[in-house]
């Protein structure tokens, strides 16, 4: 029997969980701008009021100011954006007529309280809890094999293991992943997750204690039907696969088979992603430089060559699974090839600027043909490049292309000595890109001068420019523009930390 103390403070649980959600989409009804479906405007209800105020007064300036108000430190951002709305409301007489403003007002006062009504804990728990049946609590999951995959994840609770082999048995505290058919049916999960002292709402449904739904009514009857709506997230015996799923004939002999269905193990691959973050944790930078430097550090550099990284999903990667969104959709391979032979080191200090560059092209030509696809697309739904959400995507893509060339920088200082930049065929930018931490004479006179991250953007920018332009796209001064200034973003940034892990 789970002690009321516990199911009080899951109830409780619940509730934050639910009025943070309610807040989250209360805001974003304010601030948001207005959508238009079957001639129907809504949402945008800050932005359309203030379009309001302005056509019924000549307060435009007092408008501009409320728009350009910032939030307090103390305010939440659903108290900023009533504010806002209050604000605007103040600008307007009180015996004004008009009504369009008569029905925004009435449409934001229906909205919340159709919202309140739907984010109560009993109403919620009434529409929500029917969609477990969505939901599985897994270590493998079915979506990470095909994000468009309907089949059944799995939850491998066995505890046999082989030495011999890296699986998802061998992890002493697998992480259990939550997979889901329909990602709208996310949030039940995250109720399902709420704890207390360790103990979740799941762990009160598998202990067959309802308690905790207690706080919610005194209906048994409707807490029933809520316990049998979230069991199914963990109860279910209905395994199934997809036309999307990979499948595997395992010979027997006499014409006979097994038909096994590979399920990649998220468990397995978080527990990779949170062993390759330590590479890139201060200790281990330190280590490195020890290394580098032939001196003494008493942590053991971590090391795992030639990985790979898959991707999973496109932009919203909790859509496959709770896990799989921490790991920005990637999964990362180990390579299971023994060595064949001993490959010789690249020298960096006998390149110059053109092979980097042409280095670079190889690198990154997945990310570069992305990008290409990506403008094409643009251009040929005569789309502006310009709109917030598709110039969010082409920096993405064109930082992913920066971060390639970032990588090699960091190579090169891992296989060369201190100050190698100094006998190299670079030219004084390009070696400053490399060892920004440099003070010798020279360095300092062009770090003074504060030209050399302009040259190298620029290059980089007639470099990508070239790597896309075709006849199709015609780049020209405009994007020039735009890739020296992400360049110079991202540049800049690296730099100091460059310097900063000196």
């Not at 015996?237 to 036309?243: A, C, G, H, T, V």
């Not at 699974?321 to 990637?330: I, M, P, Q």
């Not at 990506?374 to 310009?386: F, V």
């Not at 030209?451 to 420019?465: G, M, P």
């Amino acid at each position: 029997m789970i002690s009321k103390q516990t199911s009080q403070a899951l109830a409780k649980g619940i509730e934050v969980y639910l009025a943070t959600r309610r807040d989250k989409k209360h805001e974003d009804y304010l601030k948001s701008k207005p959508q238009k479906k079957k001639n129907v405007i809504s949402k945008g209800i800050n932005i359309r009021l203030a379009g309001i105020v302005k056509r019924l007064t000549d307060k435009n300036e007092a408008v501009k100011l409320v728009e350009k108000t910032k939030k307090a430190k103390d305010q939440t951002a659903l108290v900023f954006q009533q504010q806002k709305y209050r604000n605007l409301l103040e600008l307007l007489d009180a015996d004004v007529v008009d009504s369009e403003l008569s029905e925004l007002r009435a449409e934001y006062l229906q909205f919340v309280s159709e919202l309140e009504a739907q984010h109560k804990p009993a109403n919620w728990l009434d529409e929500w809890a029917i969609k477990a049946k969505d939901i599985s609590f897994a270590t493998h999951v079915a979506k990470l094999t095909h994000s468009s995959s309907k089949g059944s994840s799995i939850l491998d609770s066995s505890l046999s293991s082989d030495k011999r082999y890296l699986t998802t048995n061998s992890l002493s505290d697998p992480e259990i992943d939550t997979a889901s058919s329909n990602a709208a049916s996310l949030p039940v999960a995250d109720i399902l997750k709420v704890e207390h002292d360790g103990f979740s709402v799941l762990d009160c449904l598998k202990a067959e204690d309802a308690s905790l739904f207690s706080e919610f009514t005194d209906d048994k009857e409707q807490i029933a039907k809520w316990v049998q709506g979230l069991k199914q997230a963990y109860d279910s015996d209905i395994k199934q696969s997809y036309f999307l799923s990979k499948q595997v004939f395992f010979p027997l002999g006499n014409q006979h088979y097994h038909l096994l269905l590979p399920l990649t193990s998220s468990s397995l691959a978080q527990a990779l992603h949170n062993e390759h973050k330590q590479y890139f944790e201060d200790e281990q930078t330190k280590a490195r430089e020890q290394r580098k430097n032939n001196k003494f550090c008493a942590t053991a550099v971590v090391s795992y060559p030639n990985k790979a990284k898959l991707n999973i999903t496109g932009s919203n990667h909790s859509n496959a699974s709770s896990l799989n969104g921490k790991r920005g959709g990637k999964i990362t391979l180990l390579s299971s090839q023994p060595p064949s032979w001993r490959s010789k080191g690249k020298r960096y200090c006998e390149l110059d600027y053109q092979a980097l560059y042409k280095a670079l092209s190889f690198l990154s030509k997945n990310e570069l043909r992305d990008l290409n696809k990506y403008l094409k697309l643009l251009k040929n739904k005569e789309l502006s490049d310009s709109q917030p959400a598709r110039a969010a995507t082409i920096t993405k893509k064109v930082q992913a292309i920066i971060h390639a060339l970032f990588d090699e920088v960091m190579q090169a200082n891992t296989v060369e000595e201190t100050n190698w930049t100094k006998a190299s065929k670079f030219t004084l930018p390009y070696q400053l890109l490399f060892e920004p931490y440099r003070d010798d004479e020279q360095a300092a006179a062009e770090k003074l001068a504060g030209k050399w991250q302009t040259v190298i953007s620029k290059d980089f920018a007639r470099w990508l420019n070239k790597q896309l332009d075709d006849k199709q796209l015609k780049l020209g001064t405009i994007h020039l523009e735009l890739w020296a200034k992400l360049f110079s973003q991202e540049l800049r940034s690296f730099i100091a930390l460059q310097e900063v892990s000196r």
